[in-house]
């Protein structure tokens, strides 16, 4: 088992930033990929973004594409999200993940944590 706990969320204007953590505890976290994915009232999970085990390749979603930045320190753990000028539609949410393979399919993922809510007003 792998227990993920995410912190860093809020509340904040829009054109704002946040950075979310995901600290990891119980399986090798080097070995995973890891992704953040969010959920809006009333719509389906989606992802955000993911970073591979080497940490040598990311990918975003076109949404988050020059705001958001994944990053991850094995040493420590964890795993980042680094959002810059965020708007109301990114208000969720957010989730982070790990898998044993690289995918963007939450479905694909094995374990998850409990969340974090981030609202941007306007």
């Known amino acids: 088992q792998m227990q993920l706990v995410e912190s860093g969320g809020g509340l904040v204007q829009t054109g704002g930033s946040l950075r979310l953590s995901c600290a990891a505890s119980g399986r090798t976290f080097s070995s995973y990929a890891m992704g953040w994915f969010r959920q809006a009232p009333g719509k389906e999970r989606e992802f955000v973004a993911a970073i591979r085990w080497s940490g040598s390749n990311t990918y975003y979603t076109d949404s988050v594409k020059g705001r958001f930045t994944i990053s991850r320190d094995d040493a420590k753990n964890t795993v980042y999200l680094q959002m810059n000028s965020l708007n109301p539609e990114d208000t969720a949410v957010y989730y982070c993940?790990?898998?044993?393979?690289?995918?963007?399919?939450?479905?694909?993922?094995?374990?998850w944590g409990q969340g974090t809510q981030v609202t941007v007003s306007s």
């Open positions: 993940a790990a898998a044993n393979i690289w995918t963007i399919v939450p479905q694909r993922y094995d374990y």
